[in-house]
């Protein structure tokens, strides 16, 4: 299985970007999706979750009612759709993937991931 993601780039504050994950190897509803992110200096931190049947998905605090997740089985690939983004969004943006289920209702360990595509980096300005 293999994922890539792509869609990053620089934007201003209150702006917005999309990104996306393809999924190959492997059909992605046998997957739970989550999205993890790395700011400069931190450790990398969960942004966001959804189940295999894309019907629940779970945020961290910081992004609730900010970004959203979504899923295009057809073309194997989820997305997340960031709006009003902040200074403090800036970081690399990584897609993983897990073959347990996933209820949607809690964050997801990024040790317990199995498969990481490379990340790509989202840079907003104020």
């Known amino acids: 299985v293999q994922l890539q993601a792509s869609g990053g780039g620089s934007v201003q504050a209150g702006g917005s970007l999309k990104l996306s994950c393809k999924v190959s190897g492997r059909t992605i509803t046998n997957y739970t999706m989550g999205w993890f992110r790395q700011a400069p200096g931190k450790e990398r931190e969960f942004v966001g979750g959804?189940?295999?049947?894309?019907?629940?998905?779970y945020y961290s605090d910081s992004v609730k009612g900010r970004f959203a997740i979504s899923r295009d089985s057809a073309k194997n690939t989820v997305y997340l759709q960031m709006n009003n983004l902040k200074p403090e969004d800036t970081a690399v943006y990584y897609c993983?993937?897990?073959?347990?289920?996933?209820?949607?209702?809690?964050?997801?360990?990024?040790?317990?991931?199995?498969?990481w595509g490379k990340g790509t980096q989202v840079t907003v300005s104020s």
């Open positions: 993983a993937a897990d073959r347990r289920p996933y209820s949607g209702t809690y964050t997801l360990d990024q040790h317990g991931m199995d498969y």
């Open positions: 959804i189940n295999r049947t894309a019907r629940r998905a």
